[in-house]
């Protein structure tokens, strides 16, 4: 139940997601002549399972949601996450206690969200209509619990016999990760999340980078969230350490970060480190699962904890999500909400968090790429190709985008994803296919790019463009609404991360200078940013007291730009720095930069 103290409201409301409570059933009474059709923002499902008597599991979605485009003044990924879990927090703080207070009333239980403003609740006709009429509610939503179509191993593989190959798995060596080894890089640095079906932590393949192992011992807390709270299979609900009651999940994190540091070369990134967050009971799934996990990863907390433990320095660079979202688990995408799996992956990438997900398993058809999250533009989508034969997999999902009427190009980049081997649970392996199999390596390439050069972790405007430039292009005729390159079929063609941390200047170089009037008066908070020469990537920094800015760039060409509310912006292009470099770049705004915006 919902604590009536509101001096303790941010505590209270984050507080509301502790992992053991179970939401049950409600019943407040039936409205005496229901209408026809439900109100607009209610979802169809709700108001059918709400009749004669009925109770759906809602999940309430709040009208105000945080304005998080501040977070693009922040150079560093740690430093956009703190901001972005305080504008979140925030906002729910703010405006969540007059909807839980009617949800209370009701006897209903309640979860609050934050990285949507949202709530998760089960609840009869009355309720539902009772908040359907409030102005800070914008929509009412199903929460169903649906099975995904979860790819299952090609052939058994017994625990006693690993059937460890005597080459690096082919799928790694395809797109160039042996070679990024050998230039040094393996990971080391990045944290990648996984969301899935549960994980055998201490698989020989994973235990080495799983982050709560010191090579002594096991921590869970902020490396480890069960979003199933309740389940009869192998893994119990609010499972206390890692646990796969499916093998999906293992499978897919030996992909990105797996190597028993023996002949089972399974990874892509050896020496990055993995938390995870179950999302899937035995491969079932629901909105607010996905949801928790998201939640989870902005700001991890310990294992029994709550949200407002949440620590968002301990947060994944990037995460591998190879599950979809269909219309038969909630995400029916109807003209008032495709909002709640979409601010959950946006508030990710203004956290600076860079989500992969597959594009889904539909093809060969077009338009298939059709389900959140894979369909969102501000998701790195995924398709699968043979690295035996380089080929688009005829079950890989294809674009346009048409479901929502973007028609936006999906997928972004093929990866292998047929017949992937990759650690299995009881110590084992197993070849799996999908484009399940084909997301792992992308996430595994991005903690490669970014280890190989730190500077761009959390830039993910500029790694997508870096990734995509870089891929082996592959063109097509008239296919799927698409011509040429890129495309509905391959996107922007088959990953290439030897090429793409080629691309990528290593080493540092420093800007700093003063900004003041002409005067020679300092003006703090003055945001400087310099802008790389492809104008996806830019280091911010606010002046201090003094004037003065610093900047830590990658070798390359700058325009910079100092910017202010009063005085306007004055910026110097063509300033090339290469490896240790330290220039100065002083700014002095006047009264002709001034005086146009005061009368203007």
């Known amino acids: 139940m919902i604590h009536p103290n509101v001096a303790l409201l941010l505590a209270l409301v984050l507080a509301l997601a502790v992992p053991g409570s179970a939401l049950t059933p409600s019943v407040v009474g039936q409205p005496a002549a229901p209408p026809a059709a439900p109100p607009q923002g209610v979802a169809a499902r709700v108001w059918s399972e709400t009749e004669a008597g009925g109770s759906a599991e809602l999940l309430i979605l709040l009208t105000d949601q945080a304005d998080l485009r501040g977070a693009s003044r922040f150079a560093t990924r740690v430093e956009k996450t703190r901001y972005v879990v305080q504008q979140l927090r925030d906002v729910a703080a703010r405006t969540q206690p007059p909807v839980l207070s009617v949800i209370e009333k009701a006897g209903a239980p309640a979860r609050g969200f934050y990285i949507v403003n949202a709530?998760?609740?089960?609840?009869?006709?009355?309720?539902?209509?009772?908040?359907?009429?409030?102005?800070?509610?914008?929509?009412?939503?199903?929460?169903?619990?649906?099975?995904?179509?979860?790819?299952?191993?090609?052939?058994?593989?017994?625990?006693?016999?690993?059937?460890?190959?005597?080459?690096?798995?082919?799928?790694?060596?395809?797109?160039?990760?042996?070679?990024?080894?050998?230039?040094?890089?393996?990971?080391?640095?990045?944290?990648?999340?996984?969301?899935?079906?549960?994980?055998?932590?201490?698989?020989p393949a994973l235990i080495g980078a799983y982050r709560g192992w010191d090579a002594a011992s096991a921590s869970h807390d902020y490396n480890w969230h069960d979003a199933i709270h309740s389940s009869t299979g192998a893994c119990p609900g609010n499972s206390a350490a890692p646990c796969d009651d499916h093998g999906h999940g293992t499978h897919t994190m030996g992909t990105v970060a797996g190597w028993d540091g023996a002949s089972n070369q399974i990874g892509m990134a050896p020496g990055a480190k993995?938390?995870?967050?179950?999302?899937?009971?035995?491969?079932?799934?629901?909105?607010?699962?996905?949801?928790?996990?998201?939640?989870?990863?902005?700001?991890?907390?310990?294992?029994?904890?709550?949200?407002?433990?949440?620590?968002?320095?301990?947060?994944?660079?990037?995460?591998?999500?190879?599950?979809?979202?269909?219309?038969?688990?909630?995400?029916?995408?109807?003209?008032?909400?495709?909002?709640?799996?979409?601010?959950?992956?946006?508030?990710?990438?203004?956290?600076?968090?860079?989500?992969?997900?597959?594009?889904?398993?539909?093809?060969?058809?077009?338009?298939?790429?059709?389900e959140p999250i894979a369909m969102f533009d501000a998701v790195y989508s995924v398709g699968a190709f043979s690295a035996s034969t380089g080929n688009l997999a005829s079950f890989s999902s294809r674009g346009p985008v048409a479901i929502d009427g973007s028609n936006r190009m999906k997928p972004d980049i093929t990866a292998p994803g047929v017949s992937v081997r990759s650690a299995y649970p009881g110590n084992s392996y197993a070849s799996m296919s999908g484009t399940s199999m084909a997301g792992p390596h992308v996430a595994g390439a991005v903690a490669l790019l970014w280890s190989a050069q730190p500077l761009i972790k959390g830039q993910i405007d500029f790694t997508e463009d870096v990734?995509?430039?870089?891929?082996?292009?592959?063109?097509?005729?008239?296919?799927?609404?698409?011509?040429?390159?890129?495309?509905?079929?391959?996107?922007?063609?088959?990953?290439?991360?030897?090429?793409?941390?080629?691309?990528?200047?290593?080493?540092?170089?420093?800007?700093?200078?003063?900004?003041?009037?002409?005067?020679?008066?300092?003006?703090?908070?003055?945001?400087?940013?310099?802008?790389?020469?492809?104008?996806?990537?830019?280091?911010?920094?606010?002046?201090?007291?003094?004037?003065?800015?610093?900047?830590?760039?990658?070798?390359?060409?700058?325009?910079?730009?100092?910017?202010?509310a009063y005085y306007g912006a004055l910026s110097v292009p063509g300033l090339g720095l290469a490896d240790a470099d330290a220039v100065r770049q002083d700014f002095t705004f006047n009264l002709r930069t001034w005086l146009p915006r005061v009368f203007r």
């Open 119 to 203: 709530i998760q609740t089960q609840g009869d006709r009355a309720l539902v209509t009772a908040l359907a009429a409030r102005r800070d509610v914008r929509a009412i939503l199903a929460n169903p619990h649906t099975a995904n179509a979860l790819p299952q191993p090609e052939r058994p593989i017994a625990p006693d016999l690993p059937e460890a190959p005597s080459a690096i798995e082919l799928g790694l060596t395809y797109v160039g990760a042996p070679l990024v080894w050998a230039m040094g890089y393996t990971g080391t640095g990045i944290v990648a999340g996984g969301q899935d079906t549960g994980y055998q932590w201490n698989h």
């Open 274 to 370: 993995w938390i995870a967050c179950r999302n899937m009971d035995q491969g079932w799934g629901s909105p607010a699962t996905y949801l928790e996990c998201f939640e989870f990863f902005l700001a991890p907390y310990p294992v029994g904890g709550t949200p407002a433990q949440g620590d968002p320095d301990l947060s994944p660079d990037v995460t591998n999500n190879s599950w979809g979202c269909p219309p038969a688990e909630g995400c029916d995408l109807n003209i008032w909400d495709p909002t709640v799996m979409r601010l959950a992956i946006e508030a990710s990438r203004a956290a600076g968090i860079m989500t992969v997900a597959s594009a889904g398993n539909s093809g060969s058809a077009c338009t298939t790429v059709n």
């Open 467 to 564: 990734l995509n430039q870089t891929a082996t292009h592959v063109s097509v005729s008239a296919t799927c609404s698409s011509d040429g390159w890129p495309n509905n079929v391959y996107g922007y063609g088959r990953l290439n991360i030897a090429a793409a941390v080629s691309a990528v200047p290593t080493g540092t170089a420093v800007i700093t200078g003063v900004v003041t009037v002409a005067s020679g008066q300092p003006l703090s908070d003055v945001l400087v940013s310099a802008v790389y020469q492809t104008a996806t990537l830019q280091f911010p920094a606010a002046t201090d007291a003094t004037g003065t800015y610093t900047l830590t760039v990658i070798p390359g060409t700058y325009t910079v730009t100092a910017s202010s």
